[in-house]
C-alpha cells in the first residue's frame, strides 16, 4: 500500500504565529521538529494498518523543513520551493491514498489559526463550483484527476470542515481549536501524535469504501483577490478570465488543468513581490 502525504505546518499542534513556522524565526527549529513528529505518527499508524511505501511532499513556505534522515517509515522525501505542482508534485495514479498534515483554514475562514489560501498577500476567497475552499480542497482537484481518495486531513476543526466539503468520508485529527487567528488551544503534542497515528490507522482500515474526491465538472475555480494589480496579473495567463475589478475564473472539464492554472496564477503573484 503506497502513501501520498502533503505536509504544511500551520495545522501542526501549539504553531499559533508565523515566527513558529517560517525558517527565519528564533522558534522554528523547535516546532518543525513537532511537524516531523505529526508526519511520523500518520506513516507509524499507515504502517500499522499496512501500509509498505510513503512519500512526503513537504509543501510549507520554501519546503524544505524536515529532516530526511528522522521520517518514519523509510519514506522518501521530496523538497525545495519551486513544484510544478506545488503541494500535489509527485502524486500520480500509482499511489492508494493522500495524507494531509498540518494544514489550515481558508483564508476567508473565520479565526482558523494562521489561516490562508496559498498566498495571503494576494487571494482573499477562492472557491470550486461555488463552495468556499481551502488549501485542501484545492488540492483535491489533483486527487480527483488521478482517481486517489483523500482519506486524512490533520489540522484544526475549521481544517476538518473544509475538507469534508470535498471529502465527506474523510478522517480528521483535530489537534488544535482555533480560539482567532494567532490564538488556539492545541493538545499536547504526544496527545496529538497518538490521534494522528490512530486516525491514520482508521482511515486505511476503511480504505476499501473510499473513492477520490467528486467534483463536478465542468469545473470553475473563482479567485477573489486582495488588490487589483494581482487580479491583471493572472488574467494574463491562458484560461483565466476576468469577470470584475478583483474577481476572476478558471473553468475547465480538466480539474488537472484547473490546478495547473491555478498554480500559474500563484507563481505570478508571488513574483510581483519577491
Known sequence: MKIFISSDMEGTAGVVDWDQCMSTGLQYPYYADLLTAEINAAIEGAMQAGAT????NDAHSKMANLKPDALAGRASYLSGRYKPMYMMQGLDRSFDAIFLVSYHGSMGSEGSTLSHTYFPLAFAEVTINGIVAGEAGINALVASAYGVPIVLVTGDETTAEET???CPAIKAAVVKKSITRFAAESLHPSVAQDLIREQAGLALDELSTAGAP?????VTLAISFRTSDYCEL???????????P???????????EIYQRFITVVLLCRGLVE
Open 53 to 56: 511505501e510513503f512519500l512526503v
Open 164 to 166: 469534508r466539503r470535498f
Open 214 to 218: 467528486e467534483i463536478e465538472r465542468p
Open 234 to 244: 493572472a488574467s494574463r495567463v491562458a484560461g483565466v478570465d476576468r469577470t470584475g
Open 246 to 256: 478583483l474577481a476572476a475564473t478558471i473553468v475547465s472539464e480538466d480539474p488537472l
